[in-house]
């Protein structure tokens, strides 16, 4: 050990300086509480760099709920889509088929006078993720209930307009349960011949010439003949406002006047006026004007085989005709 020395002034001689135990208590002090105050900074340091274990097991436990809830969210979407569709086949199909008035949006939605409730929620999990979801489902849960109320009137309806039903254009008009006939559908597409964006107001029925073609409603027949661009035409009329058009026939089987029932076979497909291969062009027209014939299959397909085939007809870019 070291000794310190100082110069005694009186006698100018070197003396060692002795240290009592004041001293070195103070000294073993300031050593303690650096040491303290060292040990305080690294373990700071250690858990704000390295989580424990507790952590850890909570983090993943996050992640794990951040996933499901992503999951969910993707579900509650898909299951709004469908419910979308429902409700636009509802409000422009089944209720005008019976002269019902739509149901306003905000009537489906819900009033929006919970967004305090959303807003705290989300305060509370920390997460806009969990909040929005539960706007989701609420939406979707009056949605559905709404449009079930919906569709026991139109059920009401229905039965007290039988013939009504009867004549109004319900089914495909050629023979495709498997969808595989399916070619284009309503909506801007690439003209085959003149390659323009043009919008095709109606729907194309890929098929060999010679295949049937079904009268899609009771109507009587009030055209058969050429028609520019469709080639050999028939159009049914099946009162209450609708009319139904087959285009680009090989060869008509009815004739003007004749009353028609829904599934007989009014003509043969073909290849005929503006077209570049066999197919059927069918259209649907309500009070003079058309309209997407995909929402008038309601007989033929279920809810499941309808979405199918709505994604498959949106997916061609380009017509027949």
Not at 92 to 98: E, I, T
Not at 108 to 129: C, H, P
Not at 230 to 235: A, D, E, L, S, Y
Request: glycine share 8%.
């Amino acid at each position: 050990m070291k000794h310190k020395y100082r110069i005694n002034p009186e006698t100018l001689a070197l003396e060692r300086i002795e240290h009592g135990i004041v001293f070195w208590l103070k000294r073993s002090g300031q050593y303690i509480l650096v040491g303290l105050l060292l040990g305080i900074v690294f373990f700071f340091v250690f858990f704000m760099i390295f989580p424990s274990p507790r952590e850890k097991q909570l983090m993943a436990q996050k992640e794990s709920l951040e996933a499901q809830m992503q999951i969910m969210d993707q579900k509650v979407n898909q299951m709004q889509v469908v419910m979308t569709d429902m409700a636009q086949r509802d409000d422009n199909l089944y209720r005008v088929l019976f002269g019902a008035e739509p149901i306003p949006l905000a009537v489906r939605q819900g009033a929006t006078n919970k967004i305090s409730y959303y807003e705290d929620l989300a305060q509370m999990t920390n997460s806009q993720l969990a909040a929005d979801l539960q706007l989701k489902i609420d939406v979707l849960e009056r949605e559905m209930y709404v449009q079930a109320n919906s569709f026991n009137e139109i059920v009401e309806m229905a039965k007290s307009q039988e013939t009504m039903m009867d004549n109004i254009p319900a089914i495909q008009p050629v023979l495709n349960k498997d969808l595989k006939h399916v070619a284009s559908g309503w909506g801007f597409r690439i003209h085959p011949i003149y390659h323009t964006r043009k919008f095709h107001y109606g729907m194309d029925f890929s098929a060999k010439t010679g295949t049937d073609v079904f009268a899609t409603g009771n109507a009587k027949v009030v055209y058969v003949g050429w028609r520019q661009g469709f080639g050999n035409t028939v159009i049914l009329d099946h009162g209450y406002g609708y009319q139904t058009l087959y285009g680009h026939l090989f060869k008509s089987l009815v004739r003007v006047g004749q009353k028609v029932q829904r599934g007989d076979v009014i003509a043969l497909v073909g290849n005929t006026g503006a077209s570049v291969g066999p197919h059927l062009h069918y259209e649907v027209h309500q009070n003079g004007r058309p309209v997407d014939p995909r929402n008038y299959y309601f007989i033929d397909l279920n809810p499941e085989e309808y979405d199918k085939m709505v994604q498959m007809s949106n997916n061609f870019g380009q017509t027949f005709d």
